[in-house]
């Protein structure tokens, strides 16, 4: 089997995470990569990653006829056009959340891949995580029964730089924007209505930029269910991911991965490692899995497990969450159009 | 020291709980127990625990004045009518939650035993419990660091019959007021505002006759910290009790109680036992120690650990979080007057 | 139902124990307390207990017709003439383990006990233990199949003191005689041979007063599956009980108790607090349901759960681990007449 | 910096593991694969591998320079010629456990590397695993103080083929020598005694082979600690693969890998999903760094984590173990010799 070719555009955290293991997947070719800023370290990185091109210019992907799919990791304000172009020049599409901070915008990045006739699938990593697509598996075969309650706890180790926070649509869109893909990943439902609260609490400089840093969000599903999810910035702990279904039949719950199940006994207390600390090291795997499956699915011709409409129903919501946080109010999914 | 006597007033399955933790209690003579209904099959049950006198009027524990202190068990709308008058016959009163369907009638009641000078302990027997007592404990030491977020998750075995329902002020008032009392209880702070979803999932009936048997109940507490918490009518699994607060510094959750610790590896799974039924096997300690405390104060004349004004609190956060499922917005306590 | 009368020889700390329950249950009298020594701090205990008769004398017990059966908690070098004249008088008794140092003498007292046709239970305490009465159940009922091995954990939070060691018959015989008997107990079958290994590695005086503070004991059963146990005089952590039963079909294992189940994280760790700290905590139900079943024995007849020859086989069991450790070797059953 | 070139002999199970770990490692060159059996279906897997040269004959690798490595993966009767072959050929040496069925055998294989001046790693994989190095890091830290006791479970999914049995050395020999490794390992110290016990409750075959299926084994170490492994060949269950190293202040224990935290609640129990079901799965990340880490001694001249002498001193222990199980003593170490 030919290997795919693929262009990769934006070698930030992300890109760097998904050029790696692209670079050991046996099935692909790593073509070129391009970023705006060529540092020597960046070269010193490519290099040794074994990859052929390395360029400041994206056309240099998006031209050539020989890369058969694109991962666009730049920032978030380039993903749209990013997309039509890479549709237009007939390359498969992997793109990294959010699609767009403008749900509308999304859709009309989304209709010209569809116009095209290129996959594409968006970097809702989690759905690969190996607890959650336990969870998603016990849903879907009604082991739990019908579901009545979702909870998704979802807290970062550290908040990111205040010039993110800047730029980065705010903690509904940045950061909640996975866990109401999970929402929906889990209960197999649509949202109907969304109730947000917000609070300042972990820096006060986050709410004069106009973020918020705590939040419960609550979620009533098309299929009568009802979601919670509740998210910091800031877990000293590090990283919390769980989530919980409750249904007619039982429930599933899942918590934490930790680096190891060492459990010490001492005089004064039992403890154990902290969970793993960020997404790095706690979606490792499930970063694999989520490049596997597109190229599988390329190969295949099946439909990504994760496309482009995921994208836009999740940036819906984190609308809808934004607006009742600034009205006061529940928002109903079907006013935002 | 001589013994306290007790009167207990309503001997339904609370009123006989406490019959019987005070029975054993070397510091109590339970004296006296009222019911309405004087069946064969209660004689003999009282008779089997020593009580020397059985009556179906509860005007001879009032008039009494050998009677210290009066337990009131009997149906929440006489709770209003006994505090106020064993208040006035100067007795102590320990009165099971709610005081009152209607928060405005429990601060009558408490305006009486107030005046009346008598101590007055309301039964959230949670704030008794080893592990909720410790998460508390953990909070107030400041381990933790500041409270951000208090989640609260509360779902009983099975639904209450529907008779119950017609009468108990409904999910808020007859279930989740001891999750308000919990949430007050492990913030430390009073709730500023109450956001309720709810949804009937569980039992049709439950919805015909006017309430929900699955709920998301969003807090918004006085020291800034959000709450949340989850009921549900029927968990098929046991009674499900935990709660988790997390804070600048960390995070406390506490799980069930199993009735052992073994775990069983097979060939298809590993399992365990689970948790204990209901509140009888699960707050089994906390009945006991809640009663040693409420005689505690007495005999010191200590402020009793859960008072008149807790019961009354929650019963408000309860109209609140009615109001707010009602009216579809988040609903401020301070409308609550 | 009439209430039996019982005198309790030995006001010990396990003597103590046991009238505290015996005082709390409603079918029995404790009618006589007889201890050596009649001091002002135990006459005051007794008094608040509500025990009629205090006496330095047992023979007041043995004596009176009126007392239906005897604890015998004195030092074990009295048991055996205790167990004899209290048979003598027609009295059912409850006997701290071990009955005696040597098993033949055990063996002489279990006769006249038989003879006299009265109750003899033994105090093995653990078989009462919520988690370990679990796994035996599931080994009888053939939940993990035929048992192929028995691992016992066994760890004392401190050692007893230098001169209960001098008298106490050494490690097999006062600590591990339990896990002898838990032994039996979960694999249902006799042991046929012993290995024991020691050392002395947690207080050197001990070694000195000839005895060992750390064990590892080897055992083969009669149904042919392999058992070991551990122990150690001092786990700082508290006290440690644990045993998994691993059979053809699967397999049981118990962890031990802590007084909460919170969970607490911080910035380095999770921890929570340590297991229950010592038998008094650990087995709390365990004693009261212990007595529960002997006076359940006496009224109905039933033999004891746990009777003489449990002990006297445990006894045997302890002498053979002693003679392993000496000789080096291991040791039959058949060897230990 | 130049990759190192590997060549592999014997593609069997565990030769493909590391064969395919090796070829997705960027800093080797999988160079030459030799197996006595070059089938249709072992030439596709070593081209989807990308390997160059595949051979039926070992000298290809011996004899050619280019080559710096060897991983030794045949039939362990062939490790003591094949690693005097490769050290006299001047390649560094990768070998899997065992060595030899003959410690004799084995030191003088070793003698030959060291004269040669060669690097022998051995294949105790489990060093590597992220649950036992912890374990080894807080033993080694002094955390939980002076070891006192070790505890080694060690069950295999199910037991190997008749014919394996019969070559194999035994159960002590092929699978518990992981284990006598994993306690030299974690208390530091050289085993001084060996006293084991063995059965056969799973297979009666087996025992007519010769073997048991069933062990526990007792240890003796040089510090004065006391160890005991528990071997079967089959848990239904799964891979069991615990330890616990127990000391002076505290005590450390590891308990088994599952593939996802999901815990799910019915109505009549609490489950989860088994342990990883045998060695590929629960050691897949401790064979990438075991190979990693001989790639780092072979880069940076560092003496081996685990080199030859391992290997000879759990093959003593082996010997030793079937000698007391023969002789029904406990055997010193020193009289292995």
């Known amino acids: 089997m030919n290997k795919l070719n693929i262009g990769l555009i934006g070698a930030g955290r992300i890109g760097r995470l ?184 972990v820096d006060p400089v986050i709410g004069e930029l106009g973020d918020i840093d705590t939040a419960i969000i609550t979620l009533l599903f098309d299929n009568g269910a009802l979601g919670v999810i509740d998210n910091s910035r800031q877990a000293v702990y590090g990283y919390d991911q769980r989530v919980e279904v409750f249904g007619a039949e039982g429930s599933v719950g899942v918590t934490n991965d930790h680096p190891n199940t060492a459990e010490i006994s001492k005089k004064t207390m039992v403890y154990r490692d902290n969970p793993k600390f960020f997404f790095l090291e706690r979606y490792h795997e499930a970063y694999i899995d989520e490049t596997r499956a597109f190229i599988h699915s390329i190969q295949t011709g099946q439909p990504p497990l994760v496309d482009g409409n995921d994208a836009y129903q999740s940036e819906r919501i984190a609308f809808a969450a934004k607006k009742s946080l600034l009205e006061r109010r529940p928002v109903q999914l079907s006013e935002i159009v």
Chains 1, 2, 3, 4 share one sequence.
């Not at 074994?50 to 210019?57: E, F, I, M, N, R």
């Not at 749209?80 to 390359?91: D, N, P, S």
């Not at 989304?110 to 699938?121: K, S």
């Not at 690969?128 to 849903?139: A, G, I, Q, T, Y």
């Open 18 to 201: 998904h050029a790696e293991h692209l670079a050991r997947n046996p099935l692909v070719k790593l073509h070129t990569i391009s970023d705006v800023q060529l540092t020597e370290e960046l070269r010193t990185w490519a290099s040794n990653l074994g990859v052929p091109q390395l360029t400041d210019d994206y056309k240099q992907i998006m031209q050539n006829p020989a890369i058969d799919a694109v991962y666009i990791c730049s920032s978030t304000n380039t993903h749209v056009t990013l997309i039509q172009e890479a549709a237009q020049a007939g390359k498969h599409i992997f793109c990294e959340k959010p699609i767009s901070l403008d749900y509308r915008q999304t859709a009309e990045a989304l209709a010209t891949a569809r116009e095209c006739g290129v996959m594409l699938q968006t970097g809702f990593n989690r759905r690969f995580d190996h607890n959650f697509s336990r969870v998603r598996e016990l849903v879907e075969s009604g082991e739990i029964g019908r579901p009545h309650l979702i909870r998704i706890t979802s807290r970062d180790p550290a908040p990111p730089s205040h010039d993110y926070i800047r730029v980065s649509g705010g903690l509904f869109m940045d950061m909640a924007i996975h866990d109401f893909d999970m929402a929906r990943f889990l209960s197999g439902s649509e949202v109907k209505e969304v109730y947000a609260q917000g609070a300042v609490l």
